[in-house]
C-alpha cells in the first residue's frame, strides 16, 4: 500500500447550497491534511488533529500558499473543437456550418484524433478538470483516440460518437443503422472499462431522424449505466427548427422523450428556453442539464435560468462547451456564470459556485458516490490552487475575510494560472512550471 497526506487548505461541498444554505453545504480546513491510501482518500481533516495519527513514515507533501479542493467536473464539453475556440461572429447554426463541421471532418484520421486529444487532455489537466462528458465526432476513429488518451493517465472520463444522418454534410453524416452498429462496438470495447464509461450521442434532435433516435433509446435500453449526451434548447431559431421537424412533439425535450432518451444518465447541454413542462419532465426523469455561460455569452444564445432549475430540483453541472465556450478554465467559466446570473437580478454564491463545478457536476453524472468531493472512500481526484498565481490574486487574497471570499476571487480572477497542481486517482497528472 501507498500512503501519502497533503496539508495545506482545503475546502470541498457536501451538499447543495440551495437546499441547505451556504454555511451547511461545504467543509473547510484553514490548515487541513488529506490522506490518500492507493488512489483512496482516507482521512480528511483539521492538522492538529490528523498529524499526531499519522505513521511516521507518511510523506507529508505541505502547501502553505494554496488551496486544496475537489478535482474540477466538466459537464458538457466538445475534444474536437479545440482548435477552433474563439471562431469569430456567428449564432449557433451559422456558426456550425461554418467552422465546426469542417473541422469535424479531419478525425476520421485517427493521427489527428490522438493529437487533438493528447492536447485536449493536456489543456483539462492544466486547468484542473479531472472528468469531463466529452463529444467525439461522427468518427468511430475519434472516440478511440480519446479513450485510448485518457486510459493512460487512469483519468475519470464519457465520451461517445456523435450520431448524426440528417441536416449535415454529406461527409459528417451516418446512418441509423450504422450509428447504432458504430457506437454499440464502442461501447463493449470502452463501457466501464477502468475509470472509463459510455455516452450514447445524438448531437441534437435536428441532426438525426426519428430512426435514428429510436436507435439511440434501443442502446440505453441493452446496456446498464450508459450516459445520453447531447444538446437541449440552446438558441431561439434551433428551437424553432425542432419545432417545423418533429411536429407531433409537444416541445423540444418531447423529442428526446418520446425516444426514451430521457433518464438519471441524460445530460442535456444549454436548456436555456424551456418551458414549466419540460422544467417538470426533467426533474421527474432525473435528467440533468450542463450550464454552458461562456459558449451561451459567445455564440449569443441566452441566459440559463439557474432559479428555474432550482426550483425544479434538477441537478445542474457546469460545462465549459469548448469551442463554444472560449475557456477551457471552469474558475473562468464560473466567473462568467455570476455575470449571466447577475443579468437576471441574482446573485451566485462562491459556494454554490464550488458546488456547480464539483459536487453538483458530480450529482449530475450520478457519479458522487466516487468524486466530486474529499470525503473519504472517494477516488483521489484534487486540484491544487496557488494563492500566489499571480501579484494581482496574491494581492486581493492578501486582503479577503474569509474563505468565502477567497473562492470568489479565485472565480472572478482565476484561471488556468492558478492552478499549481492536478491529481487523479491520487497521482500528480499536472503540475505548474514556474519561470524563473
Not at 210 to 219: D, F, S, V, Y
Request: aromatic share 10%; proline share 4%.
Amino acid at each position: 500500500m501507498t500512503t501519502k497526506a497533503w496539508r495545506s487548505s482545503i475546502i470541498h461541498c457536501i451538499a447543495d447550497p440551495s437546499k441547505v444554505g451556504n454555511d451547511k453545504a461545504y467543509d473547510y480546513y484553514e490548515d487541513g491534511i488529506l490522506v490518500v491510501e492507493d488512489g483512496i482518500i482516507k482521512q480528511l481533516g483539521a492538522a492538529n488533529d490528523l498529524l499526531a495519527t499519522l505513521d511516521p513514515d507518511v510523506e507529508v507533501e505541505e502547501h502553505p500558499d494554496a488551496l486544496i479542493m475537489p478535482g474540477f467536473i466538466d459537464t458538457h464539453i466538445h475534444y474536437p473543437q479545440t482548435d477552433m475556440i474563439g471562431a469569430y461572429g456567428e449564432q449557433l447554426l451559422e456558426w456550425l456550418n461554418k467552422y465546426t463541421f469542417p473541422e469535424e471532418s479531419k478525425f476520421k484520421d485517427k493521427e489527428h484524433a490522438t493529437d487533438v486529444a493528447e492536447r485536449f487532455t493536456n489543456e483539462l489537466l492544466r486547468n484542473g478538470t479531472t472528468t469531463a462528458l466529452v463529444f467525439g465526432t461522427v468518427h468511430k476513429e475519434s472516440v478511440d483516440a480519446f479513450f485510448e488518451t485518457v486510459e493512460k493517465q487512469n483519468l475519470r472520463m464519457i465520451c461517445g460518437k456523435v450520431m448524426m444522418d440528417r441536416n449535415a454534410p454529406d461527409y459528417l453524416t451516418d446512418t441509423p443503422q450504422s450509428s447504432y452498429k458504430d457506437s454499440k462496438a464502442l461501447i463493449e470495447r470502452w463501457h466501464e472499462k477502468g475509470r472509463l464509461h459510455y455516452a450514447v450521442t445524438p448531437r441534437f434532435a435536428p441532426t438525426s431522424t426519428p430512426e435514428q433516435l429510436h436507435q439511440a433509446g434501443k442502446l440505453l435500453k441493452e446496456f446498464d449505466r450508459l450516459y445520453l449526451h447531447t444538446h437541449l434548447s440552446e438558441n431561439v431559431d434551433e428551437c424553432e427548427w425542432v419545432k417545423s421537424l418533429f411536429p407531433d412533439s409537444d416541445n423540444y425535450l418531447d423529442v428526446y422523450d418520446k425516444h426514451h432518451l430521457l433518464g438519471e444518465r441524460s445530460v442535456f447541454a444549454h436548456g436555456i428556453h424551456l418551458c414549466d413542462s419540460e422544467y417538470h419532465r426533467l426533474h421527474d426523469t432525473g435528467s440533468a442539464i450542463s450550464f454552458c455561460p461562456t459558449s451561451n455569452l459567445f455564440i449569443g444564445s441566452g441566459l440559463f435560468k439557474l432559479d428555474k432549475a432550482e426550483e425544479h430540483s434538477i441537478n445542474v453541472g457546469l460545462g465549459t462547451d469548448v469551442g463554444g465556450g472560449t475557456s477551457f478554465s471552469l474558475l473562468t467559466t464560473l466567473g462568467e456564470a455570476y455575470k449571466v446570473i447577475q443579468l437576471q437580478g441574482e446573485n451566485l454564491s462562491p459556494i454554490k459556485s464550488l458546488y456547480l463545478a464539483t459536487l453538483g457536476g458530480a450529482k449530475a453524472l450520478r457519479l458522487e458516490n466516487k468524486i466530486g468531493t474529499l470525503k473519504p472512500e472517494t477516488e483521489a481526484d484534487f486540484v491544487i490552487l496557488d494563492k500566489q498565481a499571480t501579484p494581482f490574486i496574491a494581492n486581493r487574497l492578501a486582503n479577503v475575510k474569509d474563505i468565502e471570499e477567497a473562492l470568489f476571487i479565485f472565480m472572478t480572477l482565476g484561471d488556468d494560472r492558478a492552478i499549481k497542481e492536478t491529481y487523479s486517482m491520487g497521482e500528480r497528472v499536472y503540475a505548474k512550471t514556474i519561470m524563473s
